[in-house]
C-alpha cells in the first residue's frame, strides 16, 4: 500500500531540513527530530491565493542581497505573535542548516 502523500512530504521536508521525521506519537511533537528547530510540516493542494500573492510581491520588490519575507500582522494582537513566511529556498539561502543541507532545487512535487 503506498504511503500517504502527507507522509511523504513530511519524510522529505524534515530531510531537507537536516532531520528525520519523527512520526506520529500522540504526545504533541513536533513533525521532525532536529537539534534546534521544531518544525511543523503542512501539506495542501492550494496556498490561499492572496498568501500567495503576498509571497510573490515580498519576491519581486526585495533589494538584490535582501531576504523576501511576509509579515503578517493581525490588529488587536501583539506584535511578537504575529507570523512571517518566507520561501524554503530563501530560508536555506540564509540560514542555511548545522547540518549538510540538501539542494533545494529538488523540490519534488506534491
Known sequence: MPEKLWKTVERRICEKHGGKRRGVTGKGESDCL???????????RKMPQYLRAW???AVINAEAGKLPLVHWHQP????ADDVVFVRFCDFLDWFGDDEDPLPFTDFGSG
Open 34 to 44: 532536529h537539534p534546534w528547530k521544531g518544525i511543523e510540516v503542512k501539506c495542501r
Open 76 to 79: 488587536g494582537t501583539l506584535d
Open 55 to 57: 509571497i510573490d510581491q
